[in-house]
């Protein structure tokens, strides 16, 4: 299996930083992709942004151009990069990584870490 523990998570005023880090332990080696999520209070879960074993990205169109998925392969960490927050970006980050063959997909999530902006 996988372990997956987020941190970084905090509050910061609109216009601010954060970066949020996935420390990832276990079967590492059976992990396709990894990806960032959120949830707002009320409100369905969605993907943020993803990157995959080659490196490819993608974001939701909301946070494109500001925020920025990475993954340490060396360390074993992956990272959002939180730039130009908005009120609008605040919920519970959640970390993710789809593992296993073709056949045998499995998705293993992490906590979450709280992410607050204030106008």
Not at 7 to 19: I, K, M, N, P, T
Not at 80 to 104: F, R
Request: charged share 20%.
């Amino acid at each position: 299996q996988v372990q997956l523990v987020e941190s970084g998570g905090g509050s910061v005023q609109a216009g601010g930083s954060l970066r949020l880090s996935c420390k990832f332990s276990g079967s590492i080696f059976s992990i396709n992709s990894m990806s960032w999520h959120r949830q707002a209070p009320g409100k369905a879960r969605e993907l943020v942004a993803q990157i995959n074993k080659l490196g490819g990205t993608n974001y939701l169109g909301a946070v494109r151009g500001r925020f920025d998925i990475s993954k340490d392969d060396r360390n074993n960490v992956l990272i959002l990069e939180m730039n130009n927050l908005k009120p609008e970006d605040s919920g519970v980050y959640y970390c993710s990584a789809v593992i296993g063959p073709l056949v045998d997909r499995q998705t293993v999530w992490g906590q979450g870490t709280q992410v607050a902006v204030s106008s």
